[in-house]
């Protein structure tokens, strides 16, 4: 089955950028939706970036919305997620995820079948 492996991830001050890689181990579908996701000690997952693979619509929670880009390269079975002005708010570890797309709930975790196991963002003041 599908496999995903997140790497990208590290220290940064505040206002600062990283890129976060996920590497899927088979090419991926146009029928799938890719998504990224947060999850801060002791809170849920929550969803900060997705993407429907195939007609390239992109989806962001308004926290994030005009500092993260999530961007697929098809041809090298990568997707990215690109964070600008990173806050406080940030940090925790970072997941990547795929699933069949559903139209319903982008941004929600019980929408993804496949797991990575993520990458920690820590964000210093």
């Known amino acids: 089955h599908l496999q995903l492996v997140e790497s990208g991830g590290g220290s940064v001050q505040a206002g600062g950028s990283l890129r976060l890689s996920c590497a899927a181990s088979?090419?991926?579908?146009?029928?799938?939706?890719m998504g990224w996701f947060r999850q801060a000690p002791g809170k849920e997952r929550e969803g900060v970036a997705a993407?429907?693979?195939?007609?390239?619509?992109?989806f962001y929670p308004d926290s994030v919305r005009g500092r993260f880009t999530i961007s697929p390269d098809r041809s090298k079975r990568t997707l990215y997620l690109q964070m600008n002005r990173l806050r406080t708010t940030n940090p925790g570890m970072y997941y990547c995820?795929?699933?069949?797309?559903?139209?319903?709930?982008?941004?929600?975790?019980?929408?993804?079948?496949?797991w990575g196991q993520g990458t920690q963002v820590t964000v210093s003041s």
């Open positions: 995820a795929a699933g069949e797309t559903t139209y319903t709930s982008p941004l929600g975790v019980a929408t993804y079948h496949y």
């Open positions: 088979e090419y991926i579908s146009g029928n799938y939706q």
């Open positions: 993407i429907y693979v195939g007609g390239g619509y992109t």
